[in-house]
């Protein structure tokens, strides 16, 4: 497996997004001290999204592209300027143009043999999902068994109030969903959300 590159806090997931409205939503994010932001390819017009935020943030921002099917639209993030890819599944394929092209890589497993087997294709990072049916107890279980230096991180009905649980069982992030962002939301709509949830990681991280 290869040196693993740290991915890990929270990940904001724009589902919806449009381009005209991303970097708006992007800025407030980075300024709510998020640091990875993820575009899912079934957004309107993804591949400009995920571009324009990567033009407008900092260097330490990662902006990648999610719902990521096929090795193909791995090279088009790339081009876009993509530095993540996150997955719903676990294909081979899909990890290893992104492991070729030197992107990070979350895909998502629901199972220990699904995870090994992301792992063995060269993934970064291992997104929980459904985080609704993987319980904290499940994730303590797995954190027993992965390599300790793998991000794991719980994606589905995430809240702020949710996270603890997960962190004390070994999580190492979370992907932010429709309780962060929903389609039409305005960026001073999602600032407040995004607040919410970074402070709820800090004070964690602050007692832990």
């Not at 990567?54 to 090279?75: A, H």
């Not at 895909?107 to 999902?129: M, R, S, Y």
């Not at 999580?171 to 709820?200: H, I, T, W």
Request: glycine fraction near 10%.
């Amino acid at each position: 497996m290869p040196d693993v590159v740290p991915l890990s806090g929270l990940i904001a997931i724009l589902r919806g997004i449009r381009p005209e409205e991303c970097v708006a939503v992007g800025q407030v994010l980075y300024a709510a001290g998020l640091r990875v932001i993820e575009v899912p390819l079934n957004s309107p017009q993804p591949f400009d999204s995920v571009r324009r935020l990567r033009d407008s943030l900092p260097p330490d921002c990662r902006v990648g592209g999610g719902t990521v099917l096929r090795p193909e639209d791995v090279d088009r993030l790339h081009e876009a300027g993509a530095d993540l890819i996150v997955m719903p599944h676990g294909d081979p394929s899909v990890i290893r143009a992104a492991v070729q092209a030197g992107m990070a890589c979350a895909p998502g497993v629901a199972t220990p043999t699904e995870a090994f087997a992301a792992l063995a294709a060269g993934a970064t990072a291992l997104k929980l999902f459904p985080a609704e049916q993987l319980a904290p107890a499940v994730l303590k279980a797995w954190r027993a068994v992965l390599p300790p230096q793998v991000p794991l991180l719980p994606v589905g009905g995430i809240t702020p109030e949710t996270m603890a649980p997960y962190l004390e069982a070994g999580a190492r992030g979370f992907g932010l969903g429709s309780a962060l962002y929903k389609p039409g939301l305005a960026a001073d709509e999602v600032a407040p959300r995004a607040q919410a949830f970074q402070r709820a990681w800090l004070d964690w991280n602050a007692t832990h």
